[in-house]
C-alpha cells in the first residue's frame, strides 16, 4: 500500500472544516426547542444529530487513536451511540426526544471540543506520516468515513426536521426562501418559489441491453463497504425511463382511484394502506374542504401549491410499486438502474464542494438541466432486496456494524435527492429503507421489460 502523502491528510482536514460548518448551517434555522423534539421513532432529533455525528469522531478516531484520550463528557459514549452493540450501551432510538441534557448549548461546546481535538490529531499525523504510516492511514480513513457519515446525517437532519414541522398545524417553513449559504451562486432565490404548472419533461426509454453488466464500486474514490465489490450480473434487457416519475402522473393514479384499488398493491402493501388509511402520498393535502379544492404539498419552505411538474416525493416502496403497476410499468432493479444511469451521471465529488447543496431543498423539475436524463433531486425505489454483493466483507471492528447488520428486510434507492449534500452520492451508491418509510425524499422511475 501507499505511503499517505501528509498533504493528503491537510486536504483532509480542510474537508473535515467544511463538512462539519455545513452540518452547523443547516442546524441555525432550528430553534433550541426544534432542535430536541422527536416527531416519530424513525426521526431523531437535530441536537441528536449533532450530537452522534461528533461521537462517532469521537469514539472511533480519537478514543481509537490518542494515547491516554479523555472522553469530553463520559455519558456521551451510551447517549449518542446509535447502534454500535460492540462500543456497549446505547440509550433507547424511541426515546432520543427525551434527552432534554446536554442542553443544545452543551452540545454545541462539545462539537467545538471534538473539532479541535480531530485538527490536532490530523496535523500531528501529517508531521508523521513517515514514521507512522499505519497509523496514519488509518486515522485518515477514519475521518472520511466521519465525513460520509456526516453527510448522511446533514440529509436526515432535514428529512426529521421536515417530519417534526409537518406535525405542526401551521405547516410552519425550515427556511422561508430558498438563500445562501445552502445556494450554489447560480441559483437565484425564485427558484424554491411555487414552479408554473408545466408539464413535467417528456419521458423517453433507455435500452438496458441483455447481456452482462459490471455493476459496484471500484477504483479510488470513497465508497461504502456495500458497494463493493465490483461484479458481474447478467440482465435479461429492459428499457428504463429517462426521469423519475412525477407529481403529476401520481395526482393521476390518485384521481383515477389507484389507493383504492387492491389489484395494484402488493398484499403487505394493501394491509399496510388500509391500517393507515392512506389516499395519497405525504405531505400532500386539499387546500380546503371543497371537493376541487386545489392540493398543496409541505416543504422544507412551507406549503406550496402542487407542482405537477416536479418529481413525486415521500412515496412508501409499497406505493411506488402500486402505481408502476397501474402505470403497466415496474420498478427497476437496482443493477438495472446501474448499467442504465451510470453512463449519464453527473454528480461525482468535487473538493470543496461539500458547504453547498446541488439545487433547493424541494425536488425540482429539472427542466432546465442540460441533457435528457434525468436524476439526483428524489431517491429512487428499485425492487431490489438490500442484500450483500458478492464477496461482500464486513471490516472488523465495530465501524464494521455500519451497513452489513443492516442487509434484511429493506429495499434499496438509488440516485440521491435534492437534500443529499454536493457530490456525497455516487452511480454505485446504494441507500436503503423499509417498504413502508416515506419520511424519505423518496421517488421512483419506471423500468419495463425489453419488447
Ligand atoms: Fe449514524
Not at 95 to 115: E, F, H, I, K, N
Not at 328 to 353: F, I, K, Q, S, Y
Request: aromatic fraction near 12%; charged fraction near 20%; include cysteine.
Amino acid at each position: 500500500m501507499p505511503m499517505p502523502e501528509p498533504h493528503a491528510l491537510e486536504a483532509l482536514a480542510g474537508r473535515y472544516l467544511r463538512v462539519r460548518a455545513q452540518t452547523q448551517r443547516l442546524a441555525e434555522p432550528l430553534s433550541a426547542e426544534d432542535a430536541c423534539v422527536q416527531s416519530m421513532p424513525d426521526a431523531s432529533p437535530a441536537k441528536w444529530h449533532l450530537a452522534h455525528t461528533t461521537w462517532f469522531f469521537e469514539t472511533f478516531v480519537l478514543a481509537a487513536h490518542v494515547a491516554g484520550y479523555e472522553a469530553f463528557e463520559p455519558s456521551f459514549r451510551m447517549l449518542f451511540n446509535s447502534y454500535y452493540q460492540q462500543v456497549g450501551e446505547r440509550h433507547p432510538r424511541a426515546r432520543r426526544g427525551m434527552l432534554t441534557r446536554p442542553s443544545l448549548q452543551q452540545v454545541q461546546a462539545y462539537r467545538d471540543a471534538v473539532d479541535e481535538r480531530v485538527l490536532a490529531l490530523l496535523e500531528s499525523m501529517a508531521r508523521g506520516t513517515r514514521k507512522r504510516p499505519e497509523a496514519c492511514r488509518a486515522v485518515g480513513d477514519l475521518v472520511a468515513l466521519g465525513l460520509q457519515h456526516e453527510q448522511q446525517h446533514q440529509e436526515l437532519l432535514l428529512t426529521d426536521a421536515k417530519h417534526l414541522l409537518s406535525c405542526h398545524p401551521l405547516w410552519p417553513a425550515y427556511m422561508p426562501a430558498y438563500a445562501p449559504p445552502y445556494a450554489p451562486a447560480h441559483m437565484q432565490p425564485e427558484d424554491c418559489a411555487a414552479a408554473p404548472d408545466d408539464a413535467a419533461p417528456a419521458l423517453s426509454w433507455l435500452p438496458v441491453a441483455r447481456g452482462l453488466h459490471d455493476i459496484g464500486h471500484a477504483g479510488q474514490g470513497f465508497a461504502f463497504d456495500n458497494e463493493m465489490p465490483r461484479h458481474a450480473v447478467f440482465l435479461h434487457g429492459a428499457e428504463i425511463a429517462s426521469r423519475p416519475v412525477s407529481n403529476r402522473e401520481v395526482l393521476a393514479f390518485v384521481r383515477g382511484g389507484g389507493y383504492e384499488q387492491p389489484q395494484w398493491w402488493l398484499a403487505e402493501g394493501w394491509d399496510w394502506r388500509e391500517a393507515q388509511q392512506l389516499a395519497h402520498p405525504w405531505y400532500w393535502r386539499k387546500a380546503g374542504p371543497a371537493a376541487d379544492a386545489a392540493w398543496q404539498e409541505f416543504s422544507l419552505h412551507g406549503a406550496m401549491p402542487l407542482d405537477a411538474a416536479r418529481p413525486v416525493a415521500h412515496l412508501s416502496y409499497y406505493e411506488a410499486d402500486a402505481y408502476a403497476r397501474w402505470a403497466g410499468a415496474r420498478l427497476p432493479t437496482e443493477a438495472e438502474w446501474e448499467a442504465a444511469m451510470a453512463p449519464h451521471w453527473r454528480h461525482e465529488p468535487v473538493d470543496g464542494e461539500e458547504g453547498r447543496y446541488a439545487a433547493s431543498l424541494h425536488p425540482r423539475t429539472m427542466v432546465d438541466e442540460a441533457g435528457e436524463v434525468q436524476a439526483g433531486q428524489v431517491w429512487e425505489w428499485t425492487q431490489s432486496s438490500y442484500a450483500a454483493y458478492p464477496g461482500f466483507r464486513v471490516a472488523e471492528g465495530a465501524v464494521g456494524e455500519y451497513n452489513g447488520k443492516f442487509m434484511v428486510n429493506q429495499y434499496v434507492l438509488r440516485g440521491g435527492s435534492c437534500l443529499t449534500p454536493a457530490g456525497h452520492a455516487r452511480a454505485t451508491y446504494r441507500n436503503f429503507f423499509p417498504a413502508t418509510a416515506r419520511w424519505q425524499m423518496t421517488g421512483l422511475r419506471l423500468a419495463r421489460d425489453a419488447h
